[in-house]
C-alpha cells in the first residue's frame, strides 16, 4: 500500500519526536508499504519567523515572506530524512518545487493547481522514503509560495490524490477530531468518523486541527483522512462520506 503521513509542528517539536516519526514510517516501509511523509515546520517556527521577519519590515512583501517562511519545513524535511538515514532507511527529502508541487501566484494563500508526481514516484520506486516539506510550491513564475496557515495538511491530502495513495494520515496533537476543542474542554466527544461537511462546519468554526481547503479537496476528490495522535496508537477520526 502507498502511505501519505503528514506531521504537524507539535509532533516533530524536537529531535526525539522527530525520530518517532521516522521509526514508525521505516517499520511501515519493512512491512512491505510505500511511504511519503509530509512534514511541517518544527514547534513555533513559522510563528516565530513571522515575528522576526515583522520586526525587520511590519509589511514585508508576500513574495520575500514566501521564500523565507518555506524553509521552515524544508529543515523539517531534511531533518526527517537524517532520521530516516540514521535508522538505516534509505529517504530524500524533497521541497514543494522538487515534488512537483504547481500553485497559483497568490503568495501567502497559494492554492495547488496541479502536481507532477513523477520525481515522488521515481524515488519511491527505487526504495526510499520521501519526505516533502508541506505548505509549499511554485508559481507559474517560478517563485516559492505558500498555502496559506496551517497549509501542510492540504499538501498532504493533493499528494494522496495526485498519487492515488491508500491511507492519507494526517498525524497530530491530539487523537482525533473533536465535537469542541479537547484542549479547551475536556469533555469534549470524539469522532470515530465525520462526514466531509460536517468536518467543513467544524473547521469555519475555528477549529484549526484540518486546514479548511484540506478537506475540501478531500471531498471533491474522494480522499478518506484520517486524523492520528501522533504520540499513541489507536484513536483516530476518519474524515470521509457522511
Ligand atoms: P498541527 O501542528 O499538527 O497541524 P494544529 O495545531 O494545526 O496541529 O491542530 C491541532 C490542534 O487543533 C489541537 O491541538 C487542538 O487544540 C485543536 N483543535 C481545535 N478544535 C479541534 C477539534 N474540534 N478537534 C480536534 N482538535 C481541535
Ligand atoms: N508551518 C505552517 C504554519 O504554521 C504550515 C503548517 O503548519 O501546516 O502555518
Ligand atoms: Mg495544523
Do not use: W
Not at 512534514?39 to 513555533?44: E, F, I, L, N, T
Not at 537524517?82 to 522538487?98: D, E, K, P, R
Not at 495538511?153 to 491530539?174: E, G, K, S, W
Not at 469555519?204 to 486546514?211: D, F, I, P, R
Amino acid at each position: 500500500m502507498l502511505y501519505v503521513r503528514k506531521y504537524g509542528g507539535t509532533s516533530l517539536g524536537d529531535g526525539e519526536k522527530i525520530r518517532a516519526a521516522a521509526r514508525r514510517a521505516a517499520e511501515l516501509h519493512r512491512q512491505g508499504h510505500r511511504v511519503v511523509l509530509v512534514v511541517s515546520a518544527q514547534g513555533h517556527t513559522t510563528d516565530e519567523m513571522i515575528r522576526k521577519a515583522r520586526e525587520i519590515n511590519r509589511r514585508g512583501s508576500l513574495r520575500e515572506m514566501d521564500a523565507y517562511l518555506s524553509t521552515g519545513e524544508q529543515i523539517s524535511a531534511a531533518l526527517m530524512a537524517m532520521a530516516l538515514g540514521a535508522l538505516g532507511q534509505q529517504a530524500v527529502s524533497l521541497t514543494g518545487i522538487q515534488a512537483g508541487i504547481h500553485t497559483d501566484g497568490i503568495h501567502g494563500n497559494a492554492e495547488i493547481l496541479t502536481i507532477d508526481p513523477a520525481r515522488i514516484r521515481r524515488e519511491l520506486e527505487s526504495g526510499r522514503i520521501v519526505v516533502v516539506a508541506g505548505f509549499q510550491g511554485v508559481d507559474p513564475e517560478g517563485d516559492v509560495t505558500t498555502l496559506g496557515r496551517g497549509g501542510s495538511d492540504t499538501t498532504a491530502v493533493a499528494l494522496a490524490a495526485a498519487l492515488a495513495a491508500d491511507r492519507c494520515q494526517i498525524f497530530t496533537d491530539v487523537d482525533g477530531v473533536y465535537d469542541r476543542d479537547p484542549r479547551l474542554y475536556p469533555d469534549a466527544r470524539r469522532f470515530d468518523r465525520i462526514g466531509y461537511d460536517r468536518m467543513l462546519a467544524l473547521v469555519e468554526n475555528g477549529a484549526q486541527v484540518l486546514h479548511h481547503r484540506s478537506v475540501t479537496l478531500a471531498r471533491d476528490r474522494g480522499i478518506e483522512v484520517e486524523v492520528l495522535s501522533a504520540f499513541s496508537e489507536g484513536g483516530g477520526t476518519i474524515v470521509g462520506r457522511e
